[in-house]
């Protein structure tokens, strides 16, 4: 009788191929001892968050009173109300008078700056700062930039200006000073939607006298212009189209 080892009546002895079992512990005990690399993972977080939109924090500081002189010969004395204009803690401009809201993203608020009133043969060991109105900024509440706004003809000393959506409206002046203009520009056109000759320049002393700022009303959307005390001029805006509203229109519809 064969031995109890042969294998299939050979007489070799048979070859023992031992299993391996792991337990749930062993297997644990296993990968403590080998854990998975977590780098790669780290890497992939840190890209996200690298990618990520940084927020910016766009805020205005505390108001200071300064002197504005005007008239030709800069006698007369008026007060400004400057304010700093804060992106994430960095000064960027001086700002006066109120902002307003485009949309929930843009605003837009009006400029004021510094020019050195030195002359050349003064020796003065610092510059003799006076205040100036400026135009205005386009403020960008998401990528924090801060851009002037292109204005054709606008007069920084004469322009009252008048905000509705993203269209702006005021009386603007000729390069030469001899002509004044009902103007109506929208952000992000090169051209203004309305640009209307309404006659000479005044040319008064005094800033803002050439007409106070337009009034706007909607539905529709109009603008009304008075660059002289019962001199009323309407214009409606249908898109990037102006037309003008005469009296007998407005009289129609103010009945309706």
Excluded at 39 to 49: D, I, K, R, S, T
Aim: net charge positive; hydrophobic share 40%; proline share 8%.
């Amino acid at each position: 009788m064969g031995s109890r080892f042969s294998h299939l009546g050979t007489g070799k002895p048979a070859m023992c191929h031992p299993t391996l079992i792991l337990s749930s512990s062993s297997a644990n005990a296993e990968g403590m001892r080998h854990p998975k690399p977590l780098f790669p993972l780290v890497l992939l977080l840190a890209g996200v968050a690298l990618g990520a939109p940084k927020p910016h924090v766009i805020s205005f500081g505390k108001p200071t009173t300064v002197k504005w002189f005007v008239s030709p010969d800069e006698s007369k004395a008026l007060d400004l109300k400057i304010r700093p204009l804060y992106v994430d803690g960095r000064l960027k401009e001086s700002t006066l008078g109120a902002a307003h809201d485009v949309t929930d993203r843009l605003f837009v608020v009006r400029r004021a700056f510094r020019v050195n009133d030195l002359l050349p043969e003064e020796t003065a060991s610092s510059p003799r700062w006076r205040w100036q109105r400026g135009g205005w900024l386009l403020v960008d509440r998401v990528t924090g930039r801060v851009s002037q706004i292109a204005l054709p003809e606008f007069d920084p000393y004469y322009s009252v200006a008048s905000w509705y959506r993203d269209y702006i409206a005021y009386c603007g002046v000729s390069e030469g000073g001899k002509t004044v203009y009902a103007v109506v520009t929208q952000l992000g056109r090169r051209k203004p939607v309305l640009k209307k000759a309404l006659g000479e320049a005044s040319a008064h002393d005094l800033p803002d006298s050439e007409c106070p700022a337009p009034a706007w009303q909607r539905q529709p959307a109009r603008v009304t212009f008075e660059p002289a005390p019962g001199q009323k001029l309407t214009y409606s805006l249908r898109g990037h189209v102006v037309d003008v509203v005469n009296d007998e229109d407005a009289e129609q519809e103010a009945a309706e």
